[in-house]
């Protein structure tokens, strides 16, 4: 999970300078975490077309994962513009060790149709554009904006499928001589993504701040051959895992747990509240209680129960891999509750090996038979549908009492099954065997992309301030 949702996280970053109207040939950028650590490189470049110009993006990033080896990641988004500076065309090519995935997508006046290549076929996806539509994070309007009031707008996000409301607005200067700003992403009016960046006198970006859970990535111009030059792969895992501020014991985690939350730089926002997860929120923070049955749920109306059974491009529970996998429990009738671990059960027969190298979609996991929790999540949602159940996916974190990687005692990126079983959202985890009181949702999804990284971010806007077990009083 970790390698891939980094890279889709960088992915929709804007580089510094990289959509000029008058570009230089090649731009080249280090992409870097805050103790200076190297990830990778990136460039840009531009060429002239007979009917208008086309832009190149590319990022390589060179990580590891405990005693695996190394793994290259590339990401190149070509870019093509009519005679007028409109984009007409967006194609990106994602590469790792041993898939090509491509992510085409075609802009009309009021429309643009998204095809997304992956090793289980195409998916395609037409969203309608309203008026103002943007195509460039907004970097067009940082050019004349002197940082006084918040701009609001909406952006096309290829990637996700969707028109997304953003806002930019001023922040704390980070460097001299710069303006700072907060680039947000949101769906609806929920926060989904969040980004520092530093601008010069003229508008233009010199630095790209991402920030996760445990670390921040930095993208900043560069000349060639410090862009270039060799680096050890980066240990992501390590990076992105905090310590807990007291360590949780099995009887603790099975039980309730109670914490509380500030938020850094008082950029605030809302965790979903679960079956098993209540949310509390005052000016100061919010608190969260985790237990088997602390919360209410998720909605339970018929259309969001519908919604939550129709295939995605990441759910795709009408697939004939799915289907095939989830035929047998589906004919044995038990509950809902007993289909959902029964399903479970014979997904893993499946899903044997660990990779961290991709979020796949579900059909995608299954025929490549290995995956991370997020994997786990998606093809054991999409399995739930399958059988007519409603499913979704949480993201957020998870402790882990164990060394993990060389480090014990943390909180970790993480990601579960939501399902609507018996009257009631309950929690399944494929990956752990199991739900407890440690998992605290920031997301929930359908398994897509953006929802999982979103939550990553999300985790990097919390101050941690306590952590309590909760316990019945004993009756006298």
């Known amino acids: 999970m970790l390698r891939r949702l980094l890279f889709l996280t960088l992915a929709v970053a804007a580089l510094p300078g990289a959509r000029q109207a008058d570009p230089a040939p090649q731009?080249?950028?280090?992409?870097?975490d805050d103790a200076g650590a190297v990830l990778g490189h990136a460039s840009t470049a531009s060429r002239t077309l007979p009917d208008g110009h086309e832009t190149i993006e590319r990022r390589e990033l060179r990580l590891a994962d405990g005693e695996?080896?190394?793994?290259?990641?590339?990401?190149?988004?070509?870019?093509?513009?009519?005679a007028l500076g409109r984009p007409r065309l967006i194609v990106t090519e994602s590469r790792d060790s041993r898939t090509i995935r491509r992510l085409e997508t075609r802009i009309a006046a009021t429309s643009?149709?998204?095809?997304?290549?992956?090793?289980?076929?195409r998916h395609v996806t037409r969203i309608a554009l309203p008026?103002?539509?943007?195509?460039?994070?907004?970097?067009?309007?940082?050019?004349s904006w002197n940082g006084d009031s918040t701009l609001s707008f909406l952006n096309l996000n290829p990637a996700a499928g969707l028109v997304e409301r953003m806002t930019i607005e001023r922040a704390p200067s980070q460097r001299?001589?710069?303006?700072?700003?907060?680039?947000?992403?949101?769906?609806?009016?929920?926060?989904?993504?969040?980004?520092?960046?530093?601008?010069?006198?003229?508008g233009r970006i010199v630095a790209a701040i991402q920030p996760m859970f445990g670390v921040a990535v930095t993208t900043r111009p560069?000349?060639?051959?410090?862009?270039?030059?060799?680096?050890?792969?980066?240990?992501?895992?390590?990076?992105?895992?905090?310590?807990?501020?007291?360590?949780?014991?099995?009887?603790?985690?099975?039980?309730?747990?109670?914490?509380?939350?500030?938020?850094?730089?008082?950029?605030a926002f809302a965790p979903p509240a679960t079956g098993e997860q209540r949310v509390s929120a005052d000016a100061t923070g919010i608190t969260l209680d985790i237990c088997a049955t602390c919360g209410l749920g998720l909605p339970s109306d018929p259309a969001t129960l519908a919604d939550a059974r129709r295939a995605t491009a990441w759910l795709q529970h009408d697939h004939p891999r799915v289907m095939a996998l989830?035929?047998?429990?589906?004919?044995?009738?038990?509950?809902?509750?007993?289909?959902?671990?029964e399903l479970a059960i014979r997904a893993r027969t499946v899903m044997q090996r660990i990779d961290f190298t991709g979020h796949r979609s579900a059909a995608d996991a299954l025929a490549h038979g290995a995956g991370d929790c997020t994997e786990d999540a998606v093809v054991l949602a999409a399995l739930g549908r399958a059988a007519g159940i409603p499913t979704r996916v949480a993201s957020g974190l998870v402790y882990s009492r164990e060394r993990y990687h060389g480090v014990s005692n943390v909180f970790m990126p993480h990601s579960w099954t939501l399902a609507y079983v018996d009257g009631a959202w309950r929690s399944f985890d494929m990956s752990l065997d199991g739900f407890d009181a440690t998992h605290i949702a920031l997301t929930i999804g359908d398994g897509d992309a953006r929802s999982i990284t979103a939550a990553g971010q999300l985790a990097s806007l919390l101050d941690w301030q306590s952590l309590a077990e909760v316990r019945t009083r004993a009756s006298p």
């Open 112 to 121: 643009a149709t998204v095809t997304r290549q992956s090793e289980s076929g």
């Open 68 to 82: 695996r080896p190394a793994a290259t990641l590339t990401d190149t988004t070509t870019t093509r513009f009519d």
């Open 222 to 267: 560069a000349d060639r051959d410090t862009a270039l030059r060799s680096h050890p792969p980066y240990r992501l895992l390590r990076n992105v895992m905090a310590k807990s501020p007291v360590r949780i014991g099995p009887a603790a985690a099975q039980g309730r747990i109670r914490y509380r939350f500030g938020f850094i730089d008082g950029i």
């Open 27 to 32: 731009n080249w950028y280090v992409i870097a």
């Open 326 to 341: 989830a035929r047998p429990v589906i004919r044995r009738q038990l509950s809902p509750a007993r289909t959902m671990e």
């Open 176 to 202: 001299p001589g710069t303006l700072t700003v907060l680039r947000k992403r949101y769906e609806g009016t929920e926060l989904r993504g969040i980004m520092r960046l530093d601008l010069d006198a003229s």
């Open 131 to 143: 008026p103002g539509t943007r195509f460039d994070n907004g970097e067009g309007l940082m050019r």
